[in-house]
């Protein structure tokens, strides 16, 4: 496998010189991008933008930084691409918790009204998992504890309102058991205590958990998908535990400001597809972090976030789930 440090991701990202075809790109020349990340580095959806940029520098003819704007679960970093000039000059990349940003936060913006949908990256399901010092050998085992003893057991998520949340929110409610909710701000502590039982499981992107399996430091109990992850080809769905049609993605999207012209929206989509197809770049999201490219279109992206943005509101909205 192909095994690119997040130093040289880094490194490669966010200088190129300028090309000659900056002017046949769009976008006049001298000027540079800016990819908006809402989230600290080093996270799923910085790694992603950090690994095409110099893809993108290269077929856009012009440079590309990437800048990160953490803060308001997305909502800081969201804010701030809304506000841009729609002049091609800014595009935002965001995680899953996008479709529940406007049900757990006032937002000084209008989702629908202040950005326009570019491209759906791609999609993995979350992985529940547990210190393999623990007892549970099937999520099985974790329903019959839990229902034994209700909200004494613990699951770790990236935090409050996170599709890990939601999603084993509504799991519990499907599922008639209770867990207590233990959220972290990011994947390393909540995979940190899950490993150390200090909580008693984890749920999480596969990109994000599927490295302590590897290393034999978590057990699999369930992955969310509609069919089994090949690297965990033994962990059964939860459609397969008990949970007739549930599905929960983790997914990765690109957005711009609104009233970006649609030549460049579909322009920088169509170099951003051609990136994504690159060798080194597919190899790193299909093996390292476990994402199935889409890189669906505008229309595409805007009716698969309708829906997300449908199922996760609608939890948020029904268990009272607040913000951190």
């Given amino acids: 496998m192909t095994v690119i440090t997040r130093r040289a991701v880094v490194a490669s990202g966010l200088a190129l010189p300028f090309s000659t075809s900056s002017q046949a790109a769009g976008w006049p020349e001298g000027q540079t991008i800016k990819v908006i990340v809402p989230f600290a580095p080093g996270g799923s959806t910085d790694v992603i933008a950090r690994l095409t940029a110099e893809g993108m520098q290269r077929r856009l003819g012009a440079n590309v930084i990437v800048e990160n704007h953490p803060g308001g679960d997305s909502a ?3 804010a701030f691409a809304a506000r841009a000039a729609p002049d091609g000059l800014t595009w935002l990349n965001v995680f899953d918790s996008h479709a529940a940003l406007g049900a757990l936060h006032k937002l000084p913006f209008d989702i629908d009204k202040d950005l326009d949908p570019v491209m759906l990256i791609g999609v993995t399901p ?14 099985a085992d974790v329903i019959a504890a839990a229902k034994a003893k209700p909200e004494v057991l613990t699951f770790a998520s990236i935090g409050n309102g996170s599709l890990g949340h939601l999603g084993m929110t509504l799991m519990e409610k499907k599922g008639g058991f209770a867990l207590t909710h233990v959220p972290y701000n990011g994947g390393g502590p909540a995979i940190n205590s899950a490993v150390g039982g200090q909580t008693d499981m984890v749920i999480g992107s596969a990109a994000l958990v ?3 399996i590897a290393a034999g430091a978590l057990h699999p109990l369930l992955q969310t998908g509609a069919e089994r992850l090949p690297n965990l080809k033994d962990t059964p769905t939860a459609k397969e535990s008990g949970f007739p049609d549930f599905v ?14 649609r030549t460049m929206i579909d322009r920088y989509g169509a170099d951003l597809k051609a990136t994504l197809a690159d060798a080194n770049v597919a190899k790193v999201l299909t093996d390292a972090q476990q994402v199935t490219i889409l890189a669906q279109g505008p229309e595409d992206f805007l009716k698969f976030f309708r829906e997300q943005e449908a199922i996760w509101g609608a939890v948020v909205r029904e268990n009272g789930i607040k913000a951190d």
């Fill in 248 to 261: 929960a993605l983790s997914w990765w999207g690109v957005w711009a400001p609104a009233k970006t012209p």
């Fill in 76 to 78: 800081i970093g969201a």
């Fill in 210 to 212: 599927s490295p302590q």
């Fill in 126 to 139: 979350m992985v529940v998992a547990c210190a393999t010092s623990k007892p549970y050998k099937s999520f």
